[in-house]
């Protein structure tokens, strides 16, 4: 087995061609501020969509300086159990069945 190790060069890790005469795109540095203080620096092509927006590594959303502000997105509140359950009954039918409950139950208990 050692007998057919390649020899001279580590395969698949190094390029065989040379940066010389090589012409890089142009770039902008992107400066995101987050509100808790950090300042994010990024490369973009000249060319690329900067994004308004960028998370942070603290979790907070960093915005672009000197950016537009992102619009704000309708959030919507979580429907509860409550909720559903009164976009079927209403209060007085909800009462009914609660009484015919509590009078099934305590039929139960006596017998």
């Not at 490369?43 to 537009?68: I, N, T, Y």
């Not at 509860?80 to 007085?92: A, G």
Request: glycine letters at 4%; charged letters at 30%.
């Amino acid at each position: 087995m050692a007998d057919r190790a390649l020899r001279g060069m580590r395969l698949g890790t190094q390029s065989l061609e040379s940066i010389e005469n090589a012409e890089l795109a142009a770039r902008r540095e992107v400066h995101y501020d987050c509100p808790n203080g950090h300042v994010l620096m990024f490369p973009f092509s000249v060319e690329a969509d900067v994004p308004l927006s960028w998370e942070c590594h603290c979790g907070s959303l960093a915005l672009l300086r000197d950016g537009e502000q992102p619009e704000a997105k309708e959030e919507k509140t979580a429907r509860t159990h409550w909720d559903m359950l009164l976009e079927r009954r209403t209060i007085p039918e909800l009462e009914e069945l609660l009484e015919e409950r509590l009078e099934y139950l305590r039929s139960m208990r006596a017998s």
